[in-house]
């Protein structure tokens, strides 16, 4: 791997959702990262190699319930600068590779550890989703409409901004700390706390008396007729924000509006007429005609797009931001770095198990061959399926 983190070790607990992404980041930024996958664990659906999240790393298949699989993961915690997991609270201190049983032997060691509602509190033992993190926060509230209720933002806000993202941010802030005092620490990263840190303009906003309560009905959340989404004449859509008073002039003048004879773009109570006149010019032509009229100019105007198209988009596709390597199509490690250029790994994402003998064997395990004799770790065939414990 290439990238500023080259020679970083990390050692990821396999688990779902955030703590992966978080293990994608870094692996990303060229971190070798292993994962430890579990023998009875649930498989992603489709083919392993599809499974981006795991691309990058390498995957050994090891029962932490037997007491010599979580002896094999201290063992690997003692090589690793970073540790990754994301199982509810206790359950890694009852396997015996809770932080305590990992940094015994390796003080510099980061435990970085990924949950929904945090490592205490009243419902951190309690089950969730990315969906029911970001409900009490004031998030969801905030991503609804006017008489509809708040659409579900897939699970990229909570499990991966204010889950993954910060999870692989506190580590490295951790794992600085480590480097200049030779001593590593627990980091307590959870979806609620991200969630709500990704809101702090808003609440700033609120506070200063300038973001209603009422979704739908503010700047930035589709209630300024600028800053919005509107259907063409061909049913597909454009996403317009023209926020500033010069974005909002060119906006006009590709629209064919007079500014003399259109509400003024801060005038609050003039919104639903603005907003009429503006949906029914765009709903005159069809979008890539809109999209001819705004080429190169300030107006902000954009085509949305689906996954399938968005590849194909000019300014996307100049900085190959969704290259297709190993015959999927998928985003490129980002940001991007001058002098430690990152890159796609050469390999696919793993099969589980993939690299179980040769990864616990470059990592410092003893006995791997009896490991696998005894079904403590497992070494699958070529392309498995579903591995049974």
Not at 13 to 23: R, S, T, V
Not at 103 to 109: C, M, Q, V, Y
Not at 211 to 238: C, H, I, K, M
Request: proline fraction near 11%; charge should be negative.
């Amino acid at each position: 791997m290439t990238g500023p983190l080259a020679g970083l070790a990390v050692l990821e607990l396999a688990g779902i959702g955030p703590a992966p992404f978080a293990g994608m980041v870094l692996a990303d930024l060229g971190a070798e990262v292993l994962r430890i996958d579990r023998p009875a664990a649930a498989r992603y659906p489709g083919s392993a190699r599809h499974d981006l999240l795991n691309r990058g790393k390498r995957s050994a298949l090891v029962d932490l319930k037997q007491p010599a699989g979580a002896r094999a993961v201290r063992t690997l915690a003692t090589r690793a600068d970073l540790l990754l997991e994301g199982f509810r609270p206790g359950v890694a201190e009852r396997l015996g590779v809770g932080p305590d049983d990992c940094r015994a032997g390796n003080p510099k060691l980061v435990y970085g550890r990924m949950t929904g509602w945090g490592q205490d509190g009243p419902l951190a033992g309690t089950a969730g989703h990315d969906l029911t993190y970001l409900a009490p926060t004031g998030v969801l509230h905030a991503l609804g409409r006017p008489g509809a209720a708040p659409a579900p933002p897939a699970n990229l806000l909570g499990d991966y901004g204010g889950g993954g993202m910060l999870l692989a941010a506190g580590a490295l802030a951790a794992l600085w700390r480590a480097q200049r005092t030779g001593q590593g620490q627990v980091v307590d990263a959870a979806v609620v706390d991200g969630a709500a840190l990704l809101a702090t303009q808003l609440l700033g906003l609120r506070h200063g008396g300038l973001w209603r309560d009422e979704p739908g009905t503010n700047l930035l959340d589709g209630g300024a007729p600028f800053y919005a989404v509107y259907p063409a004449s061909d049913g597909r859509f454009l996403a317009v924000g023209a926020l500033e008073p010069a974005f909002f002039a060119a906006l006009l003048a590709g629209l064919g509006l007079d500014p003399e004879q259109t509400p003024p773009q801060y005038e609050v109570a003039q919104w639903p007429r603005l907003r009429r006149l503006i949906g029914d010019r765009l709903a005159s032509r069809p979008r890539d005609e809109w999209l001819a009229v705004f080429a190169g100019s300030d107006a902000c105007v954009a085509p949305v797009l689906t996954l399938d198209e968005a590849p194909a988009h000019p300014q996307l596709a100049a900085r190959e931001v969704f290259p297709e390597v190993h015959g999927v199509r998928q985003p490129a490690p980002a940001p991007r770095f001058s002098g430690t250029p990152t890159g796609l790994p050469a390999r696919p994402p793993p099969y589980p198990g993939e690299h179980t003998r040769a990864a616990l064997s470059e990592w410092g395990v003893p006995d791997v061959d009896q490991l696998l004799a005894t079904g403590v770790a497992v070494q699958p065939p070529d392309q498995p399926g579903t591995i049974e414990a």
